[in-house]
Structures are given as structure tokens and as C-alpha cells.
């Protein structure tokens, strides 16, 4: 179903801790809001071909969001490993503003559920959404559902396999 590599608990976390310093030094080089996107995805498979082209659909739905609000983007870093694909943006707006339109493209993009578009401020601290996300498989909160581990992660992969074969029409 879900097949690629797999990350460890301590892949992650290296990745983590260096996605953090990205960002500090973003925000350090600019004094600016930085967006941090990365895939919303369950388990130890993190990245493959179908979460990479849904990857670059909202790389690119984020730029035209930021372009049609004439929202300057000062620099930008990609990074591709196994424990994810990621894109972070040093923009010249509000965080605020960032948020609330980053908020729309996660709740308005058909697969935006699986978008983790995250702000943070010149100060280093990330905003909080407005309202907690639905579950992939209820729809009730994801937060209960995670901490009571009320789905399996392969119940969540087989989810999100589902949602990409039906959006990008592949069986």
C-alpha cells in the first residue's frame, strides 16, 4: 500500500531539531514571518511518489496564494528525505495574515487535510490554528483520535493511499 523508506523515531527527530534551525536562521536573516510546509503523514513511510506530487500542488497553491496577495517571499529552502519533503519561506507579510491564508489553502484544497502549513512569527513562536482538524477516518478531532490511538497507522495509510488514488484518478 504505503511503500518507500522507512524512518526511525530518531530520524525524525534529527530532522526535527534541524528543521527548527532552518527556520531560526530564516527568521534571524530576514526579521520576517517563515512558513513551514510539510505533508501531514502517519507512520514510517513519510515520503512517495503520490505524497511527493501532492507535495509540489501545495508548494505550488502557497506561492499563488502569497503572490496574489502580493506577499514578497525573501528566500526559500526545499528539503527532500526520507522522513519527508519539506518547503519553508521566509514572506514579508504578518504572521497573522500568513496564517489565515495558509489556514484557507489546508481547509479549502481537496487533499488539504494532509497539508501541515505552519507559521511562525519574527519572534520564533508558531501560531495556533484556529480550530482543531478533523480525522481522516471519523472526522471527529484528530487530536482525541491520536492520543487515544483510536485508528491504526495502517488504517490511516490505507486512508490516505484512498484519498490520492481517488484525487489523482489511479486505482
Known amino acids: 500500500m504505503m511503500s518507500g523508506s522507512h524512518v526511525t523515531m530518531e530520524d525524525m527527530m534529527k530532522r526535527r ?5 532552518e527556520q ?4 534571524e536573516k530576514y526579521h520576517a514571518a517563515v512558513i513551514s510546509f510539510c ?3 502517519p507512520g514510517p ?7 511527493l506530487r501532492l507535495f509540489q500542488d501545495g508548494k505550488k497553491e ?3 496564494v502569497l503572490r496574489m496577495n502580493c506577499c514578497p517571499v525573501l528566500e526559500e529552502l526545499e528539503v527532500h528525505e526520507i522522513t519527508g519533503d519539506e518547503y519553508m519561506l521566509s514572506v514579508d507579510q504578518k504572521a497573522a495574515v ?3 491564508t495558509m489556514v ?4 479549502s484544497h481537496p487533499l488539504g ?3 501541515d502549513i505552519d507559521i511562525i512569527d519574527r519572534d520564533g513562536k508558531k501560531l495556533s490554528r484556529p480550530a482543531y482538524r478533523k480525522c481522516l477516518i471519523c472526522g471527529k478531532q484528530a487530536q482525541d483520535c491520536a492520543r487515544s490511538r483510536t485508528h491504526t497507522v495502517e488504517e490511516m495509510q490505507a486512508r490516505i493511499y484512498e484519498m490520492l488514488s481517488e484525487y489523482y484518478g489511479k486505482t
Open 104 to 107: 484557507a489553502i489546508e481547509e
Open 45 to 51: 513511510v513519510k515520503t512517495t511518489p503520490e505524497i
Open 24 to 27: 531560526q536562521m530564516l527568521i
Open 39 to 41: 505533508m501531514n503523514i
Open 17 to 21: 531539531e534541524k528543521r527548527a534551525a
Open 98 to 100: 500568513l496564517k489565515e
Open 113 to 115: 487535510r494532509l497539508f
Open 62 to 64: 502557497i506561492l499563488l
